[in-house]
């Protein structure tokens, strides 16, 4: 498949409150969720798996962005691990409202004054 057009996209490995995170920044969709994955697995296979997906500066986000955060939860949990999800104000809030995800997901939710990385991977916290 040729792709005519590159969405507006980046990915930053951060620390946040001494937590490793993925800050995603523009549209996760069909297009982008590969650059996900990829950064996910690279992190892993150098055994600095992320534990923080922070999506605070997403832009746009379709079913197929939501799958792939949806699929790096499952395969944090299928290494034993944690793999906790920072919404802000922007789009991705939206989908996070709408959907009822606490099974599958750990939000922690900016706007309602939860800090990102404080309590990531604590299995006493509450989901959102």
Same mark, same amino acid.
């Given at each position: 498949?040729?792709?005519?057009f590159e969405p507006?996209?980046? !990915?930053?490995a *951060?620390v946040l409150?001494?937590? &490793? @995170?993925? =800050?995603?920044?523009g #549209?996760?969709?069909?297009?982008t969720?590969?650059?996900?994955?990829?950064a996910?697995?690279?992190a892993?296979?150098?055994?600095?798996a992320?534990?923080l997906l922070?999506?605070?500066?997403l832009d746009?986000?379709?079913?197929?962005? !939501?799958?792939? *955060?949806?699929?790096?939860a499952r &395969? @944090?949990r =299928?290494?034993?691990? #944690?793999l906790d999800?920072v919404i802000?104000?922007?789009?991705?809030?939206?989908i996070?409202?709408?959907?009822?995800?606490s099974?599958e997901?750990?939000?922690?939710?900016?706007e309602?004054?939860?800090p990102p990385?404080?309590q990531?991977g604590s299995s006493s916290?509450r989901r959102?």
């Amino acid at each position: 498949m040729r792709v005519l057009f590159e969405p507006p996209f980046d !990915l930053e490995a *951060v620390v946040l409150g001494g937590v &490793r @995170a993925l =800050a995603v920044r523009g #549209e996760l969709d069909l297009l982008t969720r590969h650059r996900v994955h990829r950064a996910l697995a690279e992190a892993r296979a150098a055994g600095r798996a992320v534990r923080l997906l922070d999506l605070r500066a997403l832009d746009f986000m379709d079913c197929a962005g !939501l799958d792939a *955060v949806l699929a790096a939860a499952r &395969r @944090a949990r =299928a290494d034993g691990d #944690e793999l906790d999800v920072v919404i802000g104000a922007g789009h991705g809030r939206r989908i996070f409202e709408l959907l009822d995800l606490s099974a599958e997901l750990r939000v922690i939710d900016e706007e309602a004054g939860e800090p990102p990385g404080d309590q990531a991977g604590s299995s006493s916290r509450r989901r959102r």
